[in-house]
């Protein structure tokens, strides 16, 4: 069985930074893709940034030049560097891993979510 730990969200102001962590713990073989995932209220489930096991990386358009996604393999982890901050950004983030349990199982996990709200 695999967690996806997330911690880091909060409240902050326009214009301010947060730093969200992912720490993925338990059977894990490898991890490939790793990415943040986010919900506003009454809106769908969007990617906001992915990164391969390479580290070749993925953005919306949105959160392009604001957001840096990162991952330290050594500790099975994944960061989003959120700058520039803005109440658009405002909802609950999820992480989600692309893990290997074995040589011949693998599966979509996800974190229960992080709230980052962001006042005007």
């Known amino acids: 069985q695999v967690q996806l730990v997330e911690s880091g969200g909060g409240l902050v102001q326009a214009g301010g930074s947060l730093r969200l962590s992912c720490a993925a713990a338990g059977s894990i073989f490898r991890i490939d893709n790793m990415g943040w995932h986010r919900q506003a209220p009454g809106k769908q489930r969007e990617l906001v940034a992915a990164?391969?096991?390479?580290?070749?990386?993925n953005y919306v358009d949105a959160v392009k030049g604001r957001f840096t996604i990162s991952r330290d393999n050594a500790k099975n982890t994944v960061y989003l560097q959120m700058n520039s901050l803005n109440p658009e950004d405002t909802a609950v983030y999820y992480c989600?891993?692309?893990?290997?349990?074995?040589?011949?199982?693998?599966?979509?996990?996800w974190g229960s979510g992080t709230q980052v709200t962001v006042s005007p």
């Open positions: 990164i391969s096991s390479g580290g070749i990386t």
């Open positions: 989600n891993a692309d893990i290997s349990y074995s040589m011949t199982r693998r599966g979509s996990n």
